[in-house]
């Protein structure tokens, strides 16, 4: 990898070592510093230099398979050299996968510019919408984590549904408070999962996944 790198690159390595230390640990100090140019011009030589060592390392033995999350807060610049590495029709054997809250986008977005330039080159990509669990699916999900049968335990996750609306995250740290708090034990008397439906039932009910995350870390012990 580290001659693959170095011919693809040559003396133009220090660009990108500039940014990733690291990376001097596989090819070595660079023996120069890059030119000093202006600030837009730093930009495209930077896209042109990271997509060509991308090709580089980019085998059919060594794949490469980037997943990005959280889309909706990217920063202009990194948006931008992610398409270019997506666009590129030189780049092979690399998969980038990217997730984002579509209901945090809106026509005038900088990924939703990119996303329809990127169709208008005729960029082959795929859309999965992932929606919220259904009722049963919820009911199914605490079934093999608790380990009981679905219909025993259907008040319960009726309950956690209606506290969560179906996201899996909300679900699963849900789940997790009210272990925290004791709404939801294992009892060693009749060695099964108990729960405490009615103060469960109870709690309030959380906007969003953020606002159960604070509660969460308002209870952690100071100091």
């Known amino acids: 990898m580290k ?6 690159i040559n003396t133009d390595v220090g660009v990108l070592t500039e940014a990733f230390p690291y990376l001097c640990k ?7 510093s890059p030119i000093e140019i202006t600030s837009a011009a730093a930009q495209n030589r930077f896209k042109f230099i990271f997509k060509v060592f991308v090709r580089a390392i980019a ?19 990194s948006l931008q050299l992610i398409c270019a590495l997506v666009a590129d029709t030189e780049i092979n054997n690399f998969l980038f996968i990217g997730s984002y809250r579509d209901n945090e986008i809106g026509n005038t977005h900088p990924l939703t510019t990119q996303l329809h330039d990127l169709k208008r080159k005729q960029v082959v990509t795929i859309d999965i919408h992932v929606e919220c669990m259904s ?9 093999d984590t608790i ?22 995250l909300f679900v ?3 789940l997790q408070l009210l272990w925290d708090e004791g709404l939801l034990f294992y ?19 959380f906007d969003h996944v953020g606002a159960l995350m604070a509660e969460k870390i ?4 100071i100091g």
């Open 59 to 77: 085998t059919p033995s060594h794949p490469i398979v980037l997943f990005l999350d959280d889309l909706q807060w990217v920063d202009e610049l």
């Open 187 to 205: 009892s060693l008397e009749y060695n099964t999962w108990q729960w405490k439906i009615d103060d469960i039932d109870e709690k309030k009910l």
């Open 172 to 174: 699963t740290q849900f």
């Open 218 to 221: 308002c209870q952690l012990p």
């Open 26 to 32: 596989i090819v070595g100090k660079p023996a120069t």
């Open 3 to 8: 001659q693959a790198i170095i011919d693809a």
């Open 147 to 168: 380990n009981e049968q679905e219909q025993l335990i259907r008040p319960f996750s009726d309950v956690v549904y209606k506290k969560t609306g179906g996201n899996a």
């Open 135 to 143: 009722k049963d699916d919820v009911n199914t999900l605490i079934s």
